[in-house]
């Protein structure tokens, strides 16, 4: 079964720091994967994905992921953090099917100090 | 922009009444997808919805849930005896053949308070 292991459950950054927020998969193949964001009361938002075809994802609001296989890690950065950044971020993977479901890790609840 | 859509945003019922969960997908999209979050953890697949049937499913999703396209739009939950701990914000979501690498579509949620 795969997993997803998020690193801490908070993460608090400076206005203007950079911002990592890490994830680490298990699955026996590489598998699709995701980040997304939940603000306050809000759904889950897509920030970014990484689908084989390159292993530096850039998404929005200026954040990026690197996909490295050989440390099974897709972590999070945004070079300069802002206060809206502050949310919940969920790293998520699924295997290469149509109907598989999103596995999730447990979430990582950025805060951003002014 | 085409969004996932879902109806009630908070529904508060009795323990062992049945609740319906409402969502409409993306039109041209094929699969649907429930997710449930309880309060402060993390997000947890339900069951995935294709062709009709269902495709996959977790074993949270045992004999109470079901779930069903009832026409050509509306993609539905149903809980047939609720208990306490079926407390929890309900996600749909929705992918298409179009989508590239079936990216999902979340809905805003559906926040179900069983007392």
């Known amino acids: 079964a795969q997993s997803v292991t998020q690193l801490g459950s908070h993460v608090s950054v400076s206005e203007g720091a950079l911002v990592l927020l890490r994830c680490n998969y298990s699955s026996s193949v590489p598998p699709y994967l995701f980040w997304y964001v939940q603000y306050p009361n809000q759904g889950l938002q897509l920030l970014l994905k990484y689908t084989s075809a390159a292993t530096l994802v850039k998404g929005i609001n200026g954040f990026e992921a690197e996909f490295k296989k050989s440390e099974t890690s897709f972590h999070l950065t945004k070079p300069s953090a802002h206060m809206s950044d502050a949310a919940e971020y969920f790293c998520a993977v699924r295997d290469a099917g149509g109907a598989d479901g999103l596995t999730f890790g447990k979430g990582t609840h950025l805060i951003i100090q002014p | 922009e085409p969004e996932v859509t879902q109806t009630p945003s908070h529904q508060v019922t009795q323990m062992g009444q049945e609740v319906i969960l409402r969502c409409v997908p993306i039109?041209?999209?094929?699969?649907f997808y429930w997710y449930r979050q309880i309060l402060g953890q993390k997000v947890e697949f339900l069951v995935s919805f294709y062709n009709n049937e269902i495709s996959e499913k977790s074993e949270i999703f045992d004999d109470q849930f079901s779930v069903e396209r009832p026409d050509g739009s509306n993609f539905t939950l149903k809980i047939r005896s609720t208990k306490l701990e079926d407390s929890a914000m309900y996600f749909c979501?929705?992918?298409?053949?179009?989508?590239?690498?079936?990216?999902?579509?979340f809905g805003p949620g559906t926040r179900l308070t069983v007392l």
């Open positions: 979501a929705s992918s298409g053949i179009s989508s590239s690498y079936n990216e999902q579509f």
């Open positions: 039109s041209n999209h094929l699969y």
